[in-house]
Structures are given as structure tokens and as C-alpha cells.
T-cell receptor
Framework: RKEVEQDPGPFNVPEGATVAFNCTYS??????FFWYRQDCRKEPKLLMS???SGNEDGRFTAQLNRASQYISLLIRDSKLSDSATYLC???????????FGQGTRLTINP | NAGVTQTPKFQVLKTGQSMTLQCAQD?????MSWYRQDPGMGLRLIHY???????DQGEVPNGYNVSRSTTEDFPLRLLSAAPSQTSVYFC?????????????FGPGTRLTVL
């Protein structure tokens, strides 16, 4: 079983729709969680960290469910510019390494 | 600040050739790392360094060497290139040695081994 798993998609949704992705992780000792965004043929960039209480940044909401070991990303009122691959990233307690999921590809259609 | 820079952007090698992928950062970050990204596999950690003179292996270190003689530079050496090393390589840096802060990635090197 992969340490971090994501549905690779692709997700194709119309502009203005709400879309959500989940990511599961296998290491229950994981302490830090992130969502990165990667545009086609570009480097990944941090979208947001994920906190235990859940957090929101504009149209983006991230949540963590430790009991079920998954994190989620919700995008409301999606824009064409949201088209990208979204990478789930997990860091274990005391570890110095991040573990990346394979990414979920999202395409927003006009 | 230029951030994280990588050279070259593209490279084609023949099997058995060696080469060095360059990575530099000007943010005085302690933590640097190398990843490879393959379709359907996500980013996999090759090697990382928590400071000058300290390196350690990641998930897929075989066939690669690294060194960290300065804070700024973290080159990745392919000893004898193989077709299985065809991939996109990203270098990243983070401010703290824990690796927990935002990772800043370079633009990547696209390597093809024939």
C-alpha cells in the first residue's frame, strides 16, 4: 500500500462548480499535511497547509480527519485558472522527509 | 532572490554516461532535497541534506550521488545513466532543517536516457 494515496482523476468540472478531492495516508504518526499545486510542466508550489481544525483560504478549504487518516481539499466557485494537478503531501513525526501523493489532475471547463 | 535554480533544463544522455544536475538556492536554506517525478508515481525523494556536509538517502537513492559542500549548492550526480532514470528531476529547499516549512522547488530538469 502506498504511504499517501490520491485518486489520480482526471476530474473534469464546469467553471463555477464545487469540487473536492480526498487523500489517504497510512502512517498514523504523520503530523504535518499540505496541499501543493502543480501546473503542467512546472514545479510544485505550496497551496496550503492543513491544520487539525480545518482551514480556509478564499475559495479553498482543507480538512484533516485523523481518525480515518485522510485529508481533503474543497474548491468552491472553480475558475479556469484552477486547472492543475493537486498533490497531497504528508510528513511523519520526527521525520525529515515529505511524502507526496501521485497527484489529482483537475480540469475546469468553460 | 532567484530562489531555487536548476541547470540544465533539458538533457539527453546515452546509457552509461555520467552527468551532474546542478541545483542552487540563494535563500540561505538549511534543508535541500532532490526528487524525481514519473507519470503515475508522484514525486519520490532521492537524497536530501539538512545542512552543509550532511546528506542522507531518500526513497530511491540507487544510481545517484550527492554532496553538500556549501549551503547554497546541492548537485546530483548520475554515475552511469540508465533508461530507468529518464524522468523529471526537481530540487527543493526549505528554511528549517526539519523540512517542515514550505518547500520551494526549482523549475526542474527533464532528462532522457537513450
Amino acid at each position: 500500500r502506498k504511504e499517501v494515496e490520491q485518486d489520480p482523476g482526471p476530474f473534469n468540472v464546469p467553471e463555477g462548480a464545487t469540487v473536492a478531492f480526498n487523500c489517504t495516508y497510512s502512517n498514523s504518526a504523520s503530523q504535518s499535511f499540505f496541499w501543493y499545486r502543480q501546473d503542467c510542466r512546472k514545479e510544485p508550489k505550496l497551496l496550503m497547509s492543513v491544520y487539525s481544525s480545518g482551514n480556509e483560504d478564499g475559495r479553498f478549504t482543507a480538512q484533516l480527519n485523523r481518525a480515518s487518516q485522510y485529508i481533503s481539499l474543497l474548491i468552491r466557485d472553480s475558475k479556469l485558472s484552477d486547472s492543475a494537478t493537486y498533490l497531497c503531501v504528508v510528513k511523519g513525526q520526527g521525520a525529515q522527509k515529505l511524502v507526496f501523493g501521485q497527484g489529482t489532475r483537475l480540469t475546469i471547463n468553460p | 532572490n532567484a530562489g531555487v535554480t536548476q541547470t540544465p533544463k533539458f538533457q539527453v544522455l546515452k546509457t552509461g554516461q555520467s552527468m551532474t544536475l546542478q541545483c542552487a538556492q540563494d535563500m540561505n536554506h538549511e534543508y535541500m532535497s532532490w526528487y524525481r517525478q514519473d507519470p503515475g508515481m508522484g514525486l519520490r525523494l532521492i537524497h536530501y541534506s539538512v545542512g552543509a556536509g550532511i546528506t542522507d538517502q531518500g526513497e530511491v537513492p540507487n544510481g545517484y550521488n550527492v554532496s553538500r559542500s556549501t549551503t547554497e549548492d546541492f548537485p546530483l550526480r548520475l554515475l552511469s545513466a540508465a533508461p530507468s532514470q529518464t524522468s523529471v528531476y526537481f530540487c527543493a529547499s526549505t528554511e528549517s532543517a526539519s523540512g517542515e516549512d514550505t518547500q520551494y522547488f526549482g523549475p526542474g530538469t527533464r532528462l532522457t536516457v537513450l
